[in-house]
């Protein structure tokens, strides 16, 4: 996870639940097609993130985020 200071994407609003929850891990859901990782975000509204996944093989996938 790293903050930006200014995003380099058009930041869309989009609803996202997040729930923290101790000892979860990242892992795959086959059926729908996607990671799920459950994060506790930083109490900074209004600041923009970039969290990064990189695979065993060096792939990487990111995901922009913009607090609330």
Partial sequence: MQQVASPTWTPVTDAVEVTAT??????????????????????TPGKYYVVTMTTSDGSTLSAN???K
């Fill in 65 to 67: 985020f913009l607090l």
């Fill in 22 to 43: 101790g000892g979860t891990s990242l892992r795959y859901d086959a059926a729908a097609g996607q990671f799920i990782q459950n994060w506790a975000t930083p109490k």
